[in-house]
């Protein structure tokens, strides 16, 4: 399928071919008839992509300092290959569209292929075929007007800042800004009986506010403004004062508190500072500032809108779909006309001249739809990047990579090496632009929409798996049924039930072919060279070993902290910090005790764990949340044998022995990813066994389990294998 893309490196603006996106569960797939370019939000996107990078940084400063931070813990290469993946990736553009339904996935109610549907949401993008959550996504009537349903997203936006206004009828409502969202705003207002002032420094704008939805239209460098408001008011002021302007200035958010009544309103939807003057006008009045976030209730959801998950209508009345719905119903029953905003219409091919034209200001625009060809077949099939003519040798590593986002980037993808026998044929990720963008930056020879085009590929004998948690266990057993070499990213799955298939069917009597395939998770620490240092020197016997881990708050609503995708911190993270001990020591842990330091939302992120192992020795695993971010993340020291090890950070290792110290320090942190790749890499090509042992992936996926039961239980849990 085609989609418009952008780089962020350039600012290169394409109609290119990527992979239709895959269909999730809870997801719709939708052949776009038409989209809407928000001209405010997207014109800023891809303005600032065409800046100079030095440009890019000045507009967004916290963003460089996240680059700073990654260069002083993780080095310069790490920073590099985290900036080089934004910028050389190609970026969707667009979350407003509708059209017609041509799948859905599991736990999908009330919608059906066919139906004509409206979505929004950052999936909701310029391109042939969108996936779109189902609280995305409402449906149509099969006589809707589809032109003026594209405007989904930016009516919603609209209808949240008005219900935040919280006006009645007969009252008076200013609207700054008459872009776009403040023409959606002043027709919702007009026809909820509110009489509508709107105010804009464009004169174009405001003669079409004026003829369309505005009962006083007025150029804010008009003088008298004040007061022809007030007059206009009968010397009250405004009732509310919506702002729907993008600026850097603080004028719009003064300029509210000028023309508000006492005790009136003022709702921010557009992107404008609220650092206002307290005098005259905000403390005086009493004045209330509200911000409306995006398209209602809802929105940043993770439950809501990923998962599904409704609020109830006798709670919450209005989230952001049923906005949307409502939004619809006003356009199907004609009691608002938008079809006059629409002042552009591009074929997807031209959609680039599109932004050409708001940018350079070459003519006067509201409204840019954007209109595909609705009779072009969709073909599910994998998208040929890199043609290959090679005839793979049976000693061949032939890699297909499940997911390959910025953990891959950044340190699976850069450590395969290259070589001859060593082939990277497919890759699937969750959306087209991302799939097109790594098989062109790493040299994959296709980039595909279904795991099924990984999976089932006879010439692929390895898999990478490298996406969200909860999707592991599945596709570990579906490499496992393809008889796939897996390398599957931390955790190996997020339950005991999960973990006993797992070991029930990767097992020497099973069906699968022996030797079995090789199954490897990415416990990379064991494979620091700082940590090969440790073992060579403390050598043999029972060890005493703490770990302290400055993990750094996760919010509460991240995916990482879901049990049900994320599996927690505990299960998501602290299986490394397990895995390292285990190598450490060499034995299994028989038993493991954990207790969490409670605090308001119970994340189990502050934690400690003491481990006992089979050998005799014993760990401490600290976990903190809590902590400075300044402090180094890792601190590991290990006692045996008379002798100490001092890890920090991975970047520096002192031993203590015979009265001596020992110093080894790395020119930058190494936590093993490297070497971690390379040696499963090297066991596939030659019929090594997995550089982990099996039972010891098993037992770190247990413990973690176990741990858990432990905060819940209070006790000490026995590791029965």
């Not at 991302?434 to 795991?451: D, H, L, P, T, W």
Request: charged fraction near 20%.
């Amino acid at each position: 399928m085609q989609q418009l893309t952008q780089k962020l490196k350039d600012g290169s603006m394409a109609v290119m071919e990527v992979p239709i996106p895959a269909i999730q569960q809870g997801c719709i797939l939708v052949k776009n008839c038409y989209s809407l370019i928000s001209a405010g939000t997207e014109g800023s996107t891809v303005q600032t992509a065409r800046k100079s990078l030095i440009g890019k940084a000045k507009e967004r400063p916290r963003q460089v300092m996240q680059v700073l931070d990654v260069v002083m813990s993780q080095g310069l290469t790490q920073a590099y290959r985290a900036v080089m993946k934004k910028l050389d990736a190609y970026s969707p553009l667009g979350y407003s569209c509708c059209g017609m339904v041509q799948g859905t996935g599991p736990e999908v109610q009330g919608i059906h292929t066919g139906d004509l549907v409206a979505c929004g949401g950052l999936t909701a993008s310029h391109a042939e075929v969108v996936a779109v959550p189902v609280n995305l996504c409402v449906k149509l009537n099969p006589d809707a007007d589809l032109r003026q349903a594209a405007y989904n997203t930016l009516g919603a936006i609209a209808l949240q800042g008005v219900r935040q206004a919280d006006l009645g009828l007969g009252e008076t409502c200013a609207v700054i800004g008459l872009g776009l969202l403040g023409q959606l705003a002043c027709l919702l207002l007009k026809t909820s009986g509110i009489k509508v002032v709107g105010i804009d420094i464009d004169p174009t704008m405001v003669d079409v506010a004026a003829k369309n939805c505005a009962d006083l239209a007025i150029v804010r460098d008009e003088g008298g403004i004040e007061g022809r408001i007030f007059e206009f008011t009968g010397g009250l002021g405004c009732d509310a004062v919506i702002i729907a302007a993008g600026t850097g200035s603080l004028d719009p958010i003064n300029f509210a508190g000028a023309i508000a009544r006492k005790r009136g309103t003022i709702v921010v939807v557009g992107a404008v500072p609220t650092g206002f003057d307290r005098e005259p006008h905000f403390y005086k009045k009493e004045l209330q500032v509200k911000m409306s976030c995006s398209y209602g209730p809802g929105r940043y959801d993770l439950q809501y809108e990923e998962k599904g998950i409704d609020y109830p209508p006798a709670y919450v009345r209005w989230t952001e779909k049923r906005n949307m719905e409502a939004f619809q119903e006003l356009i199907y029953t004609k009691k608002i006309d938008i079809s006059y905003l629409t002042t552009h219409t591009f074929k997807l091919e031209d959609a680039p001249k599109a932004y050409d034209m708001m940018l350079a200001k070459s003519e006067p625009y509201i409204g840019i739809l954007i209109e595909y060809d609705v009779d072009k077949p969709i073909k599910h099939e994998r998208l040929i990047v890199r043609p290959s003519s090679l005839v793979p040798r049976p000693s061949e590593v032939t890699i297909g990579f499940i997911g390959a986002g910025s953990y891959a980037q950044s340190h699976l993808l850069p450590n395969i090496p290259k070589d001859r026998e060593i082939v990277l044929k497919g890759v699937m990720t969750s959306t087209g632009t991302s799939s097109r963008s790594v098989a062109e930056r790493f040299g994959f020879e296709y980039c595909a929409s279904s795991e099924k085009e990984i999976l089932e590929n006879p010439v692929i004998n390895t898999v990478f798996i490298v996406t969200r948690h909860d999707s592991h266990a599945q596709y570990v057993m579906k490499a496992l049924e393809a008889g796939k070499h897996i390398f599957v990213e931390k955790p190996l799955c997020l339950s005991e039930s999960e973990l006993n298939d797992i070991v029930a069917f990767y097992s020497p009597i099973s069906h699968l072919p022996s030797p079995l395939p090789l199954v490897m998770v990415g416990y990379n620490r064991r494979f620091s060279p700082l940590a090969e240092i440790i073992k060579k020197e403390l050598g043999d016997g029972p060890m005493a070993m703490t770990y302290r881990i400055n993990a750094g708050a996760i919010p509460a609503d991240s995916w990482i902290q879901d049990l049900q995708i994320g599996g927690g911190r505990i299960i998501g993270e602290a299986c490394h910090f397990v895995d390292f001990l285990t190598f450490l020591n060499g034995s299994l842990p028989v038993s493991v005790h954990a207790a969490v330091m409670r605090s308001a939302g119970s994340l189990n992120d502050t934690v400690t764990i003491s481990l006992a192992f089979e050998n005799g020795s014993i760990g401490s695993i600290s976990y903190f949340a809590n902590g400075d971010k300044k402090l180094p993340k890792e601190y590991v020291e290990v006692y045996c044998n008379g002798v100490t090890a001092v890890l920090d950070d991975f970047r520096t290792l002192s031993v203590y022995g015979s009265g001596r110290k020992k110093d080894k320090k790395l020119m930058s942190q190494d936590k093993g990813q490297k070497n971690e790749v390379q040696a499963f890499l090297r066991a596939v090509k030659e019929g090594h066994p997995s550089p982990i042992p099996f039972e010891q992936i098993y037992s770190t996926s247990l413990v973690t389990f176990k741990a858990l039961e432990s905060i819940r239980t209070g006790q000490a849990i026995k590791i029965d294998r």
